[in-house]
């Protein structure tokens, strides 16, 4: 008796998982919604096919929404205001959105499939992110796994970003890799060089863009970008400012800091670069430079578990207790974290205990 449940069981559930595969395989082969309308801001009408995403269907017209997944529903940057036609919210979109971005009908673009016309909102510098295409000019090794790439833009195109923001790199297909995706990586050149982006980029093992930037990649090939995107960037007060970075996190705070530099700003900055061990820092004696070069900079490198051989006389453990001796008055500081999301909770929840608005803390964390 008890057999014979088990097999029926098993048969409902075997036809359960075809008929949804033939229904998953009928929707994106046989069904045809034929063209569709995207009205943006009531202004800009583009007909694309339906039956793609919404987020795929913009790039296909040179809107491109930030998507450091690549459309995979897994990091939660394409959101987008859907008016009208997004279809029921998906349980994939849930957890990236708060009850007011429900509300206020906001939705993974990459989840919401164009089946009709369809009504959205984008900011306008959403209009200034572009395609790019660039040659590597220049490869650099920072660490054993960390590398500066310099992609010089081609066809005289220029680009416009504030220090701080980041670009999605598009891989090419590589050994077994039979994918190109699409990954974000900070900016770590000057904003005033606009003929060019530098991006620092830490190997991930088993990564599938890392791997092709860091075993694939040579000096002279063509890659494709787009950006600029983030709003990880310097807002313009006169408070004192704290940099925390770690890693390739170094990125973003390297564009900023070139940045300040460039406009002579008399902020009091510090700037602390957490690594493990002395082999893990990098650009070390030109962050030291800038503390000649800038009105008022201190740059703070602390090593969490220095080796011997390192002989390391400088600031050690973590970079949280050190912050609290250079808050001079906590309302009158910013501070900027870019780095491991380990790294980003712990040092948030050490300045808001040293008195920091949260208002007052921006950041990028991979
Ligand atoms: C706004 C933003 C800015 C970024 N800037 C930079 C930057 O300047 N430099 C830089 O090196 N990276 C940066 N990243 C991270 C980058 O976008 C990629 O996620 C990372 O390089 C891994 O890509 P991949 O294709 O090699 O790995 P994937 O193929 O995507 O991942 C492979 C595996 O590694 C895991 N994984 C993914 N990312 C990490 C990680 N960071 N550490 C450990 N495991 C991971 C995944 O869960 C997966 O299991 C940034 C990310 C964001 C969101
Ligand atoms: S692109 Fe990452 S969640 Fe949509």
């Not at 007011?100 to 959205?120: P, T």
Request: net charge neutral; hydrophobic share 35%.
């Amino acid at each position: 008796m008890i057999i014979l449940v088990l097999q029926t069981t098993g048969i409902m559930m075997v036809m359960g998982g075809v008929l949804a595969a033939l229904l998953v395989i009928a929707e994106r082969y046989l069904a045809d919604y034929g063209e569709c309308n995207i009205d943006i801001n009531g202004k800009r009408q583009e007909k694309v096919k339906g039956g793609s995403s919404l987020l795929s269907s913009l790039n296909s017209r040179n809107i491109y929404l930030a998507s450091a997944c690549g459309g995979r529903g897994s990091c939660g940057f394409c959101k987008c205001k859907v008016i009208e036609g997004g279809g029921p919210l998906l349980p994939t979109e849930k957890p990236f959105l708060s009850p007011e971005e429900i509300s206020e009908n906001i939705r993974l673009s990459c989840q919401v499939k164009i089946k009709k016309d369809i009504k959205i909102e984008l900011p306008e510098a959403i209009f200034n992110i572009r395609k790019f295409k660039a040659k590597v000019s220049s490869i650099r090794d920072y660490t054993h796994d960390i590398k500066e790439l310099t992609l010089d833009l081609k066809d005289s195109s220029t680009i416009n970003f504030k220090a701080g923001q980041y670009i999605q790199l598009h891989s090419a297909r590589y050994g077994k890799v039979k994918q190109s995706v699409s990954r974000a990586y900070s900016i770590s050149s000057n904003q005033s060089s606009t003929d060019l982006v530098q991006v620092i980029i830490r190997l991930v093992p088993k990564g599938i863009c890392t791997t092709w930037v860091h075993e694939y990649l040579k000096e002279g090939d063509d890659v494709e970008f787009t950006g600029p995107y983030g709003d990880f960037y310097i807002r313009d007060t006169d408070k004192d400012i704290i940099f925390i970075a770690g890693g390739s996190g170094m990125a973003p705070i390297k564009s900023m800091l070139e940045w300040l530099l460039e406009i002579n700003s008399p902020r009091k900055i510090f700037y602390f670069f957490g690594a493990r061990c002395k082999e893990d820092l990098y650009l070390t004696e030109y962050l030291y430079e800038f503390e000649n070069k800038l009105a008022d900079f201190e740059y703070h490198p602390v090593l969490s578990q220095p080796g011997e051989e390192d002989k390391w006389q400088g600031k050690t453990g973590y970079i949280t207790p050190y912050l609290k001796d250079v808050i001079r008055d906590s309302k009158n500081t910013e501070a900027y974290l870019c780095g491991s999301p380990g790294m980003i909770n712990s040092v948030s929840k050490g300045l808001k205990e040293y008195g920091i608005s949260e208002s007052d803390i921006f950041y990028d964390s991979f």
